[in-house]
């Protein structure tokens, strides 16, 4: 793995126990063999750290603490092998590992310490003795509930030990330099097996000076910054040193030294101040301590956690604060265990789903390196009537099979019991089960982890400003890294709450929340008003408002024609349109200019060699304008309606397309002028009546007129109350839209009502289209799916699909699914009343244009237009439909800057999968669907010439893998 030096500063740890993980051997222990196997589910929760507790040999009386040799394994463990198989696949994954140094004490089977309490022995001094149990007189028993004094007497040396913690773990000697050089050889060997970093367990209590507390002795940090000499001295940087001291702020920050002490130390101050300002519903207590921790080298981070292995200590607490916690926190003693409360966190925030997010949400977005705690992430809960700590160290629950899924031993056998009674039972509570459900703590972690890793660098270094907010129950602060500013807005309260946060250096910013990249009200007053539901949180990116914005399908996209094609042209247009008033020359080079063009434009999707007027009729003297009829060669042949115009003057709409000579001016073509659709409305509404060379040209439209009309896409544009399409692609749909649609007599069709016929004998073209349209805001249903899609991907950017991400795809994407069922169920109800209406088909494609037949009008979708002929072929009018949806899913990943290909990949699956399922969920037949990947295979191929061509090249690509 590279070495990024800082990599500690954008770490999300994940503490665990290999006892308690996973056992793959049935022994009933936790191994790393089980740990190896299900390192795909910590990638995916989206951790990049492991801290590991202790896992070497040892007779387990304080859980592994206190080790009898350094250098092997737990046998129940498994062996050396086993550990580097699972530390190597750790790396290649990308996560680190930090194990434990517990450097202050052994156990009293080390041989380290039976050789030493030997009379006469020369590793006597290798421990800490006394004759008399006087010495360091005052020195705190921090295992109160289990020691009564720091001194225990040795009838084999005839001598007291000390030792801070059980009386079977004596303290070394840290004088005795050899002791020193004996731990050094222990990191040393761990650190070249690879492991990344180190856990300084109880650091504070090297060494002993009568008289003092015996802690965080300047002794103590210089033996620290020895060690971490060494540690650079061997590796260079890169690997790290994580203090175990818990104290007040000001005894911790020297462990830090200049940047020369420990990489990193737990934010012990902070933590119970969490919980206190959650249950005084004020930020305070928070606050004050974020102030006192401040100012850390610039290459130091703070460790955050809210639970872990230990009891949630109170030790270093006021008396007052520490009886206020009790109190709210364990009022039954039986969750009390020394200064401290041995509780998991759900159970401690009393299974409040919402109290629960909130802390989160804190933990991993406060200043520091976040820890999660093996099983808080799906809610474990804990067993208090397991002694010690043990109640919260219970066997990770997997299933809701026998023992929790974590081991196939026999129940008996099991190290600790699983929890098995009560709401946190390993029944309800396991991951299997919150795997699948978009709604379950795991995916919600899941999400938030991924917006964490998003924003790395924003977290895990950027600085952290509080803001001033009046009402004290809120807590919000500013998150700076460079040009990235991140606002988090926590109610502390359990109640509603209203408020002003003040951003006046923010003015003109806009708050986009980051799960669901809505964009909120722009910052325009100094106090921006908000509120905040119970425990409620809201993580915003403060952005510009240029940066929102989802990219347009290619056709919006502004054409700049700098070197436009010249035609010659001395007089009026008829020289270029009327048959027997036509410059053949300047004809020629018009028709050329305008076949380029037309060639360009995707919404034609051909690229035609050549071009004829086959009628064109003036619809307009003054700013002269002609309806045309174009005949394209391409491989085949296909008519076009296009509506020309030629203006002296540089439009600023596009649609130039030629330079006009001696007589100076330009030609347009209005496809995509929503003011030549407003003035074709207007026309219709007095009855329009021409005739050109070749034919008669009737319009009519009864429906309102408003002002203006806005280009939905090429072809369609809406306005208040109304609808009006152009047939640009002269292929019959229309005609077949004007009288079938109607007669259909479904709800969601917006049958036509006006037209624009052209009628030459008894051919009968329709031109365009118009109808009524529901009050609201239409959208064209390609733009729809490009915006859901985009807010869709922007939420799961940087989760991780794999182990189980359906539930994350199901969530991040819910309107999208909604809408490519929503689809499939359209469409079968469709072509199942077609066959009714106009009996057997020739079963050629019903859809001309996939998703551009359908049309959003606040929140309902309408079928807007039918294809030229038949009741529908189903395979290959689901590939239209499917097609754009995948299409629209990759301009939306496009346009969040994105390239990787997995993501949107995963995401155009899972919305095809919804309109197929919801297809053959509706009709009585079931769907050829081993024929499905060559059909979207050819459907690509065909859409091959349009543009975005590395996009449509990229789902032709997929379908043809899987039609293979
Ligand atoms: C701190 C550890 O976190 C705790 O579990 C252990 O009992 C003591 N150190 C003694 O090693």
Not at 403 to 429: D, I, K, M, Q
Not at 693 to 716: F, I, M, N, S
């Amino acid at each position: 793995m590279g070495v990024d030096p800082l990599w500690y500063k954008d770490a999300v740890i994940y503490q665990l126990h290999v006892r308690s993980f996973y056992d793959a051997n049935d022994d009933g222990y936790g191994d790393f063999e089980g740990l190896r196997q299900k390192l795909p589910y910590l990638e995916a929760l989206g951790v990049n750290t492991l801290w590991l507790m202790p896992f070497f040999q040892s007779p387990l009386r304080d859980d592994g603490y206190d080790i009898s040799d350094y250098y092997q394994i737990l046998p129940v463990h498994g062996s050396l092998e086993d550990f580097k198989r699972f530390l190597d696949e750790a790396h290649e994954m990308g996560l680190r590992v930090i194990v434990e140094l517990v450097l202050n004490h052994t156990s009293i089977d080390h041989p380290w310490f039976q050789e030493a309490r030997k009379p006469g022995s020369p590793m006597r001094d290798w421990y800490v003795w006394s004759d008399t149990p006087e010495k360091y007189k005052g020195v705190r028993v921090i295992f109160q509930d289990f020691e009564t004094s720091n001194w225990t007497f040795d009838p084999v040396a005839g001598a007291y030990y000390w030792h801070r913690f059980y009386h079977h773990q004596p303290d070394l000697n840290w004088d005795n330099p050899e002791v020193e050089k004996a731990m050094q050889e222990v990191m040393f060997f761990w650190a070249d097996l690879g492991v990344d970093g180190f856990r300084l367990d109880a650091i504070p209590y090297l060494y002993e000076r009568e008289g003092t507390s015996c802690e965080n002795l300047p002794e103590t940090i210089a033996a620290v910054k020895r060690l971490r000499a060494a540690l650079e001295k061997r590796y260079g940087p890169g690997k790290i040193l994580l203090a175990e001291a818990n104290m007040w702020p000001e005894e911790t920050l020297p462990y830090f030294g200049e940047g020369d002490g420990v990489h990193m130390a737990y934010n012990f101050p902070l933590m119970p101040r969490i919980f206190m300002a959650l249950r005084r519903e004020d930020r305070r207590p928070i606050e004050a301590m974020l102030q006192e921790t401040e100012g850390i080298p610039e290459s130091a981070q703070w460790a955050l956690f809210l639970r872990n292995h230990d009891e949630l200590t109170l030790e270093k607490v006021t008396e007052e604060e520490r009886e206020f916690l009790w109190e709210i926190y364990a009022p039954d003693p039986r969750f009390r265990i020394n200064l401290g409360i041995r509780r998991r966190l759900m159970p401690l925030l009393g299974g409040d789903r919402r109290r629960y997010e909130l802390l989160q949400a804190l933990l991993l977005t406060l200043k520091g390196s976040p820890i999660l705690y093996y099983g808080d992430e799906i809610g474990m809960g804990d067993n208090p009537f397991l002694g010690d700590r043990n109640g919260v160290r219970t066997p990770m629950q997997w299933y809701a099979d026998r023992n929790a899924g974590f081991s196939r031993a026999p129940y008996h056998r099991l190290f600790l019991p699983p929890v098995s009674e009560g709401p946190y039972s390993y029944h309800f509570v396991n991951v299997e089960a919150q795997q699948d459900n978009p709604h379950s703590l795991l995916n919600f972690n899941r999400r938030l982890l991924a917006l964490r890793k998003r924003y790395a660098q924003v977290f895990g270094q950027g600085t952290l400003t509080l803001l001033p907010v009046e009402n004290r129950r809120i807590l919000a602060y500013l998150r700076t890294y460079g040009e990235e500013r991140l606002l988090v807005v926590a109610n502390l309260s359990r109640y509603t709450q209203a408020f002003h946060l003040p951003l006046e250096a923010f003015q003109g910013l806009v708050p986009i929340e980051l799960f669901s990249q809505n964009p909120f009200p722009p910052v325009t007053q100094p106090l921006y008003p908000m509120t905040l539901g119970p425990h409620g949180f809201t993580l915003f990116a403060l952005a510009l408002p240029e940066t929102i914005r989802v990219s347009a399908p290619d056709w919006a996209e502004e054409v700049t024609p700098e070197m436009l094609p010249q035609v010659p042209m001395e007089e009026g247009l008829e020289s270029l349109f009327v048959e027997t008033m036509a410059d053949e020359r300047a004809r020629a080079a018009f028709l050329k200019a305008l076949v380029q063009w037309l060639g360009e434009r995707s919404w034609l999707a051909l690229k035609p060699q050549r071009g004829e007027l086959y009628d064109a009729l003036r619809f307009q003297k003054t700013s002269p304008l002609y309806l045309t009829l174009l005949q394209l060669e391409h491989h085949g042949r296909t008519l076009v309606f296009l509506p020309l115009a030629w203006d002296a003057e540089e439009r600023e709409s596009s649609g130039a397309f030629a330079r006009t000579r001696p007589r100076e001016g330009y030609l347009y073509e209005l496809s995509q002028d929503a003011g030549f659709y407003a003035l074709l409305l207007r026309r219709l509404k007095e009855g329009f009546q021409g005739r050109s060379l070749k034919a008669y040209y009737r319009g009519e439209h009864r429906g309102p007129v408003p002002e203006e009309l806005t280009l939905l896409r090429p072809g369609l544009a809406a306005g208040d109350g109304v609808w009006l399409q152009l047939g640009l692609v002269q292929d019959g749909g229309l005609n077949r839209t004007l009288e079938t649609l109607p007669r259909l007599d479904l709800p969601w069709i917006l049958p036509p009502e006006g037209q624009l016929v052209w009628e030459r004998g008894r051919e009968r073209r329709v031109l365009a289209l118009t109808g009524p349209l529901p009050e609201g805001k239409p959208q064209e249903a390609f733009a729809l799916v490009q915006t859901l899609a985009a807010e869709g991907l922007a939420r799961l950017r940087g989760q991780r699909l794999e182990e189980g991400g359906a539930g994350l795809l199901v969530e991040a994407l819910r309107e999208l699914e909604s809408l490519a069922r929503l689809l499939g169920v359209r469409l079968a109800l469709l072509h199942q009343r077609l066959k009714q209406v106009e009996g057997e088909g020739e079963g050629v494609p019903l859809l001309g244009r996939g998703l551009g037949a359908f049309l959003e009008v606040s929140g309902e979708l309408y079928l807007l237009a039918l294809g030229p002929r038949g009741w529908g072929s189903p395979l290959e009018d689901l590939a239209r439909m499917a097609y754009d949806l995948e299409r629209a899913v990759e301009l939306a990943w496009e346009s969040l800057g994105e390239e990787e290909e997995g993501m949107s990949q995963a995401v155009g699956a899972f919305v095809v999968e919804a309109l197929l399922g919801a297809y053959q969920d509706t009709v009585p037949e079931p769907l050829d669907l081993e024929a499905w990947p060559g059909v979207m295979a050819s459907w690509a191929e065909v859409q091959l010439q349009r543009e975005e061509r590395s996009i449509r090249l990229r789902i032709l690509r997929r379908w043809k893998e899987r039609a293979r």
